[in-house]
Structure formats: C-alpha cells, structure tokens
C-alpha cells in the first residue's frame, strides 16, 4: 500500500515537473507600447485609444500586431485631430516595449523577460534543453538504480530536481533560467520511471495493469487538471515554481516508509536483505515464509551473488536477436510515443481562447482514457493496444490538417480524440519495457528507451512552434509518424499473463512463439508460458511477486503450489 501511495504522489509531481515550464513560460497577449508622450493627461487619452492609434490590425484577421506599431510623430497626429489611424502609415518595431494583457493570464518569465517577437524562440528552446538535460542523464541514472538501487536514485533525483526547480523561481536571464531547468530535466523522467519500475518489480502479473496505471488515472489526471489553476490562483511565475517544486523534498523520507526492491535485491544476491522485506510484508498481511522458502531463496540469492549477467548493461541487451530487435522496436515506440504526447499537450495553447481551460479539457481526457487503457489491456492485450491506438491517434491528426483553421470546434473535438488516443498509448508503453526487458538490465535498459524519447521532447516545442506558418503542420507531423509507429509495434511481444524476465537468457527466450496476431485472451496460456513455468519458482504475496530461476534444484514447485506455502 505504501508503494502504491507513493506512486499516486509521483504522478502527481510528473505532471507539474514535465507540464509545469509551460505555465511559466507562457506568452500573455501583447502588443508595442505606445510613446510615454501620448500618455500626457492634458491629451486624455485612454488606453484603448491610444492602442488603436499606434498598433496596427492584420488584415485578414482584424487583429492588432504584436510586434508592429506605426512609425509616425503622434503628437503631431493628436494635435492633427484625426479620427483615426491611417493605415498606409509606415510600421517599425516595439521600439519602446511592450505591454501585456495580464487580464486573463498573469505574469511569467516570457513577460518579465520580454521573450516575444524577435526574441519568441526563448521559451520554445529552454523547454528544448530542459529535454536535453533528461536526455543526457537518464542512461546514467538509469544504470546507477541497477547499481545501486531504486531507493536512493528515487530520492537524489527529486531533491536535485527540486532544488534546481526552486531556485530557477529567482533567475532573471536567459541563461540562468535555462540552465537551472537544464538541471531539473536532467531529474525529471528517471525519479518517475524508477518508482514505476520499483512498484511493477513488486506487484504479480494479474495486478500489474491496476497499480499501474490507477495512480495515474486519478492523480496525474488531477494534476494536470489542477496545474493551470494553480499558476492562475498564484499568479505570479516564480512562486508557482517555488510551490510545485518544493513539493519534491518529501521524498527526503522515502529511505523510512519505502522498501528497497526485492527482486533487485535478490538479482544482487542479497539474499539476507530480500527475506528481510518479504517477512515484513508477510507479517503486515498476516502470513508467514516457511523455511524451505526462505532457504530457496537464500540459495538462490547466493547464486546470484557471482553470477555473470548480475552486472548487464544496456550493451548485453543487444548482443542477441531477439532482446536486440525487442529493445530497438522499444526504442522507436517511445520515440514516437513522446512526441505525439508531448506535441498534443503543447499544442493545446493554439485550442480555443482560453489557454487554462483548452489545457484542463485536455488534461481530463487522462482519466478516461486510463480506465480505458486498462480494460484493453485486459481483452486485447498490450501489443495491439499499443498499435492501434497509436495509429487512430495518427488518423485523427491527419484529418486535423485536412479541416480549415476556422472549423475550431471540430479541431477541438478531433484534438481531444487525439489527445485521448495518445494518452492510453503513453500508459502501455511506459509499462512494456518493465515487461519485456530482464530484471538484471530493467532500469539500464528502461532508462535509455526514454532517454531517446526525451530526443523527440527536445523536437516536439519545435514541432509546435510550426504554427506559425500554418495549424496543419503539426498535426501532419504528429499523424504521420503515429501511424509509422504504431504499424512498428507489431513486431512487441504479448506480455499479458507472462511472467517478468529476470536474466538476460530469459529476456531472450521469454514470450517467444507467439504469431502477430496472438490474442492471449482468446485461449489457454500459450505453451512458451507453460515452458517458463516449468523452469521458474513464481512466489506471490501480497506485496511481491519475486521470479526464481531454481536452476540448481531438483524439483521446481508449480506455482499454485508455492503460493499455497506462502500463504
């Protein structure tokens, strides 16, 4: 339960750490600022007059510039007594500034920092390189939880994150500001991954699907609901970074509440440590270990303790076949995945006129579309989820580009089916490579997968930035390569009802057999899950679900036996 509640809170603490530069970074309505002469009492002039003289309107829209005003002598023009602006005037630039419209928005470091107009390429290339910073660091601390442990990567990772968070609230540069969120990147995607992996390495195959995707049904659906909300009740950039960041510091207590995990303990054949946890846990629900399981896997633990692959890296995972085409098809999964994530959530800005209320309608599709996720999952299996959805979610973009700009409710609604496909996409790709890859590389090989989906962060601002020249572009994009991806992830195995892969021999002969069109719900277990059963020790208690390769026994418990002793 503990675990379970400290996956809840990280989810909450993703969407404020990956969403939340977007609220700070946001571009309130602008236009130039007027010469301070036209400000002069004796003119009486009010703000909206003195706008509608010095900015000109686009044309085709009928809307103000936001980087052109008129090049005349206004105090010439006042006293000329014109009824209005004359429209062959010459233009120029904000030679005197800008003012922002903080009626609907408030400020940011886009308007402390004037990052408009010439200088609009700020916000994009900051959230750019807050990509590179994941980009850069997930491999290493990806093998570091595989060296030293998900608990103290979980724990350094928040606090470095939330530090840097914290103090990037007080820069007032560019480059202060970007590379404070540099660091931040860096930490963001490892200190969630890592408890993901830690939750799933405890949890038995039939409860895999719950516990990992109802944390992020409820509490990262709440805080992507309740993010721009936040930013707007505090109104103020700095201490909305403050607030969302200070929140990281509680997992200084992780190391008293949160247990280390067992399987990776047992890979590292700490045996001692890993019977340590498994009784605490037998203890708090009621139940006992019999000795000859406490032996087995002290025995095994033992064994572990000088085997070869005990010290993979994400190399191992390309030195055979078929763990080097599985963890390229990974690869490119996420790649994709990303990319359409983050490109529709970004994008939500240029939906409807509201900003807050487009990226809540947006945020919200989480919920549903996590139930959903796991009922799917369920009936249909992880691999066709994944490339269905993917390839609707790339369909739904592509009608997008096809659809005029001013058609903006059927955008809206095509978006939103976009957004919502996307989303069930996201769940079951961050839950198929704990599945496919081995328990001895899961975090090496885990954290590069999303190291180069973080390349594709780092693309996705741009991708958006493309709206400039035309709404459909992005969405061309996003749909075009969805529909290239998921066509890709055929090519995953079924993981659904399979055991969990501990060395590197399993990851290469686990879920093997199975057709392109394998449901796993339309029969019995296939016979590679037969297979794996005879040559594993499966012990499931309520928190745990630890795989032993009993290689070195003469008898191999089935596994309604085992969890007959255990319970």
């Excluded at 692959?309 to 390229?328: E, S």
């Excluded at 890859?437 to 590069?448: K, N, Y």
């Excluded at 309520?542 to 255990?566: D, G, H």
């Amino acid at each position: 339960m503990m675990l379970f509640m400290i996956n809840c809170y990280i989810n909450m603490i993703y969407a404020f750490v990956y969403f939340g530069q977007l609220f700070m970074t946001l571009t309130p309505p602008h236009w130039c600022a007027a010469p301070n002469e036209l400000f002069d009492s004796d003119l009486n002039l009010t703000l909206e007059q003195i706008k509608e003289l010095t900015v000109p309107k686009d044309e085709t829209t009928g809307k103000f510039a936001k980087c052109k005003m008129y090049q005349v002598n206004f105090t010439q023009v006042v006293g000329g007594n014109l009824s209005g602006p004359d429209p062959t005037w010459p233009n120029t630039t904000c030679i005197n500034g800008w003012t922002y419209d903080f009626s609907l928005y408030y400020p940011t470091i886009t308007s402390q920092l004037n990052w408009v107009c010439e200088e609009d390429w700020k916000p994009s290339l900051s959230q750019s390189l807050f990509f590179v910073g994941a980009f850069m660091a997930s491999p290493v601390l990806g093998w570091a939880s595989d060296r030293w442990g998900r608990l103290p990567i979980i724990v350094a990772t928040n606090v470095m994150g939330g530090a840097a968070g914290v103090a990037s609230a007080f820069t007032n540069s560019f480059v202060a500001f970007t590379s404070l969120r540099f660091l931040v990147g860096m930490t963001f995607d490892t200190h969630y991954t890592v408890v993901y992996i830690l939750l799933l390495e405890y949890v038995s195959s039939e409860y895999r699907t719950i516990m990992a995707n109802v944390p992020i049904m409820i509490f990262l659906t709440a805080g992507l609901c309740a993010m721009p909300w936040l930013a707007l009740y505090l109104h103020d950039w700095s201490t909305f970074a403050i607030v969302i960041h200070a929140l990281q510091f509680i997992s200084l207590s992780f190391p008293w509440v949160v247990p280390e995990s067992a399987r990776w303990l047992l890979s590292k054949g700490r045996s001692k440590e890993t019977v340590d946890i498994i009784t605490r846990a037998a203890h708090m629900n009621k139940k006992s270990l019999t000795p000859e399981l406490i032996r087995e896997l002290e025995e095994f633990g033992n064994k572990q303790k000088n085997a070869k692959n005990t010290q993979a890296t994400a190399l191992d995972l390309l030195k055979t076949p078929v763990l080097r085409l599985r963890f390229h098809v990974l690869c490119v999964m996420w790649l994709v995945i990303i990319l359409a994530y983050d490109g529709h959530v970004r994008n939500s800005e240029h939906i409807g006129s509201n900003v807050f209320v487009s990226f809540t309608l947006v945020g919200f599709v989480e919920l549903p579309a996590d139930f959903l996720t796991m009922v799917l999952v369920e009936k249909v299996g992880r691999r066709h989820t994944t490339s269905i959805t993917l390839v609707l979610s790339g369909v739904a973009c592509l009608v997008i580009a096809a659809i005029p700009e001013t058609y903006t409710t059927s955008i809206m609604a095509l978006a939103v089916t976009g957004r919502f496909l996307i989303t069930m996409s996201i769940n079951v790709g961050q839950q198929y490579p704990v599945e496919v890859l081995p328990t001895v590389a899961r975090g090496t090989g885990a954290g590069l997968i999303h190291t180069l989906g973080n390349l594709t962060g780092f693309i996705s601002p741009y991708v958006v930035y493309l709206s400039k020249i035309g709404h459909y572009l992005p969405y061309t994009i996003l749909g075009l390569v969805s529909i290239l991806g998921g066509s890709i992830c055929v090519l995953l195995p079924e993981t659904l009802n399979q055991i969990l892969p501990d060395t590197l021999e399993d990851g290469e002969t686990f879920f093997t057999g199975q057709g392109y069109c394998y449901n796993p719900c339309a029969g019995s277990r296939n016979e590679d899950g037969d297979r794996e059963l005879e040559h594993h020790t499966y012990i499931d208690s309520t928190f745990q679900a630890l795989i032993l390769t009993a290689e070195n026994t003469k008898r191999i418990p089935q596994e309604e036996e085992v969890r007959e002793r255990v319970a």
